[in-house]
């Protein structure tokens, strides 16, 4: 679980800095790292569902590294899983649900990124 505030962090931080200058490869490389980190480390506790939006969240971040002008879609896209981690860290913390639009949110992703 403290890996999981880590990543929180470090993707909250990386999306400030991207929406702030899409132009720069430095906050999307940071987002890939901090979802990648995601996807490999969800799966070691039974979260298959967070491993899933951590592979859409890599692969959309990959994508948008590679668009000087990301369409809103991506970014809303990208944002809703950043927005989705304080909710997953808080289920796991008080042994609750999977997070409400995870499902939908991982959709958003694998659909921008297309």
């Known amino acids: 679980m403290l890996e999981l505030e880590d ?10 800095a ?3 200058d899409f132009s720069n490869p430095a906050p999307t490389r940071a987002l890939s790292r901090a979802f990648h980190t995601l996807k490999g480390s969800a799966p070691v506790i039974g979260a298959t ?11 959309a971040a ?11 879609a ?3 896209a990208i944002t809703a899983a950043a927005h989705l981690l304080p909710q997953w ?7 609750q649900a999977v997070p409400d639009g995870t499902v939908r949110v991982t959709r958003l992703l ?3 990124a297309g």
């Open 7 to 16: 990543i929180t962090k470090n993707v909250e931080n990386a999306l400030t």
């Open 89 to 95: 860290l808080h289920a796991m913390r008080h042994s």
């Open 74 to 76: 991506l970014i809303d």
């Open 62 to 72: 990959k994508h948008a590294g590679r668009k000087r002008n990301p369409d809103q």
């Open 49 to 59: 569902q967070l491993a899933d939006l951590g592979r859409a969240a890599e692969q």
């Open 110 to 112: 694998q659909r921008a």
């Open 18 to 20: 991207w929406c702030k």
